[in-house]
């Protein structure tokens, strides 16, 4: 009975010893094949490129909206009510065009005397040179007919000329874009009558970064498209680049355009300028894909000796799938286009062909 437990027990002890054995070994591979995987990990497989230096035109593009050249808001000069009105919100008028007409009774009346005291003190005058010949009067009396005459005449230049207002004529040729009067309305000095816009030249309004602005000149020519118009070009010129530009270093810049008159563009469309024929400079292009984040993160990987080194950039003009750098990478340098997302400044790194 003591044998028998003797033997048990030594197949116990063998047993646990042989597990022992086991565990021990697998922990050994266990730690072996994690120090192989860690050792792999620590240099990280990447792509790259060679930093180069190329000629390249800086043409781009600028995006805004249009405006009119010439917009106005008339208003009333004269008082009166409107007896005529000969225009609606959308009709076209020439510069000239009589567009409404007020009650002249009581200003032809005002014509009427003031022509009518105009006569009489011409007259006057004559029989006071006559007298002045025999001494009837003194020359005094006939300096004073001169005046009164003088007065006169600036009253009827007045008259006729509010005459002439109560035919209201627009003062530049475009489009009635606001009635504010009726037929019947009363009119006093300053009442707002119509908003006139003409839209025959628009401007587009557009902001240039300062690495563009530099390339512009006054009366340059520019082609401009309108995205409700595809495939419409339409002609343009600058006529005014800002002398300061804003918080970001962008400079307002504004295009005259010629519209078109089967494909007219309206103020307020959106538009985008092309600034196309600029000089050639030599520069800097990276692919776009080597900044970490987006081009605006102005941040790229260069691979230095196997190790991944984080570098501050200035990004300038981006050409397609091409970014001008305007500083901090040099000629012959190796900068890192994927693999970035596992990166951190110091990472080893190998690049892969």
Known sequence: MNKKYFIYGAVVIAAFA????KLNTNKKLNEEKTAIVQQGAAIIPVQAEK???ATFARNFVANGTFAPVHELSFVSENSGRITSLLVDEGSFVSKGQVIARIDAEILNADVQAAQTTL?????DRE???SALQTGGVTQKQVDDINFQIRQAESRMVTARRKMTDTQIKAPISGIINKK???LGSYLSPG???FDIVDVSTLKLNVTVPEAQVVNLKLNGKVTVDCKVFPGAVYGGKITFIAAKGDNTLNYP???EVTNLKDQQIKAGMYGTANFDGLQSTPG???SRNAFVGGVNSNQVYVEENGVAKLRKVVAGQIMAEKVVVESGLNEGETVITSGQINLNDGSKVEVQK
């Open 284 to 286: 800097i292009l990276i």
């Open 18 to 21: 042989l597990i022992s054995w």
């Open 191 to 193: 009442t707002k009558l």
């Open 127 to 129: 029989r006071f040179e």
């Open 51 to 53: 930093v180069i230096k």
């Open 180 to 182: 504010y009067v009726e």
């Open 119 to 123: 006569d009489q003190l011409r007259k």
């Open 253 to 255: 810049v504004e295009i």
